[in-house]
């Protein structure tokens, strides 16, 4: 059973920091591409960013390009979102996810409909 647990979450002001984890258990961490996403009060769940299982190359929404940094790391089966400049606009909550296919490498995968595994979500809210 694959289980993703979030953590980090938290209160800051507009311009600060924050560090997302994810740690994954069961499966094999390291042939998946993970995947951020967010979900803000009555809006849908959107892309944030990803992270690929061969070197671990990265993908971007513009919202974020810049300011958001993914990292994985194999031998802890653990994916980090490193948030900085935060904008009271990214205020959502927070979801790990992994990808629905082993070793997928044809581009990046950017839907919902493209992970099977969510973790539980963590509530980042930021402050003006």
């Known amino acids: 059973q694959v289980q993703l647990v979030e953590s980090g979450g938290g209160l800051v002001q507009a311009g600060g920091s924050l560090r997302l984890s994810c740690a994954v258990s069961?499966?094999?961490?390291?042939?998946?591409?993970m995947g951020w996403f967010r979900q803000a009060p009555e809006k849908e769940r959107e892309f944030v960013g990803a992270i690929k299982w061969n070197g671990g190359s990265t993908d971007y929404a513009d919202s974020v390009k810049g300011r958001f940094t993914i990292s994985r790391d194999d031998a802890q089966n653990t994916v980090s979102l490193q948030m900085a400049n935060l904008k009271t606009e990214d205020t959502a909550v927070y979801y790990c996810?992994?990808?629905?296919?082993?070793?997928?490498?044809?581009?990046?995968?950017?839907?919902?409909?493209?992970?099977?595994?969510w973790g539980q979500g963590t509530q980042v809210t930021v402050s003006s």
């Open positions: 996810a992994r990808d629905r296919l082993s070793r997928f490498s044809s581009g990046y995968r950017r839907t919902p409909n493209d992970y099977d595994y």
């Open positions: 069961g499966g094999t961490f390291s042939n998946y591409l």
